[in-house]
């Protein structure tokens, strides 16, 4: 098992979007509608954004949208805000019961 | 809703085992409503899934690190533990642990994590 790959960084200014790629592989993204994608400030545990591709826990922002094509998953923050700059990683399920994280992308507000 | 909360020691020597342990409140260690998983985050680093564990189904480790790790329960404590054998500079970390629902793929619940590191 790899990593799931993702851009090491990427920015945006205040109001723009931005989207964040995850590629994996036919085993893990590519096989399963289990992907999820975590937020983590510095020092802070993770935060769930997005599970099952796309879905929004409670109290998360409909400014982040996640969907899927293929081996790969995106992760979308339209009208980015100051508070979105941090670490963002996603995760797959890659079958047996095993998970696979993403290497993460640091997201910079302009 | 779940409270989980790391504790151990925060320095262990190389070739050792680090032992941690998660208390949990809010919910029953043994309730089968529930998988819990330990996590960790090399600093400056990315997340590593170690292992996950369900109480009615068994547990479940990342392939690099299960010759060396070990995830069990202590219900009378409401608690989970985690044992890494034989650890390297490599395993210095901040270790989690972490809750889910049974059926929801993605972690909602998360400890503060844990601090651990290997030098002698």
């Known amino acids: 098992q790899s990593a799931l790959t993702q851009p090491r960084s990427v920015s945006g200014s205040p109001g723009q979007s931005v989207t964040i790629s995850c590629t994996g592989t036919?085993?893990?993204?590519?096989?399963?509608?289990?992907v999820s994608w975590y937020q983590q400030h510095p020092g802070k545990a993770p935060k769930l954004m997005i599970y099952?591709?796309?879905k929004r826990p409670s109290g998360v922002p409909d400014r982040f949208s996640g969907s899927k094509s293929g081996n790969t998953a995106s992760l979308t923050i339209s009208g980015l805000q100051a508070e979105d700059e941090a670490d963002y990683y996603c995760?797959?399920?890659?079958?047996?019961?095993?998970?696979?994280f993403g290497g993460g992308t640091k997201v910079t507000v302009l | 809703q779940l409270q989980l909360q790391e504790s151990g020691p925060g320095l262990v020597k190389p070739s050792e085992t680090l032992s941690l342990t998660c208390t949990v409140s809010?919910?029953?260690?043994?309730?089968?409503?529930?998988?819990w998983d330990w996590i960790r985050q090399p600093p400056g680093k990315g997340l590593e899934w170690i292992g996950s564990?369900?109480?009615?189904?068994?547990?479940y480790y990342n392939p690099s690190l299960k010759s060396r790790v070990a995830i069990s329960v202590d219900t009378s404590k409401n608690q989970i533990s985690l044992k890494l054998r034989s650890v390297t500079a490599a395993d210095t970390a901040v270790y989690y642990c972490?809750?889910?629902?049974?059926?929801?793929?993605?972690?909602?619940?998360w400890g503060l994590g844990t601090l651990v590191t290997v030098s002698s």
């Open positions: 036919s085993s893990d993204v590519g096989a399963y509608n289990y």
């Open positions: 099952d591709v796309s």
């Open positions: 809010g919910g029953s260690i043994s309730s089968t409503n529930y998988y």
């Open positions: 972490a809750g889910e629902f049974l059926g929801v793929y993605a972690t909602t619940y």
């Open positions: 995760c797959s399920y890659a079958g047996s019961y095993t998970w696979l």
């Open positions: 564990l369900y109480y009615s189904r068994g547990t």
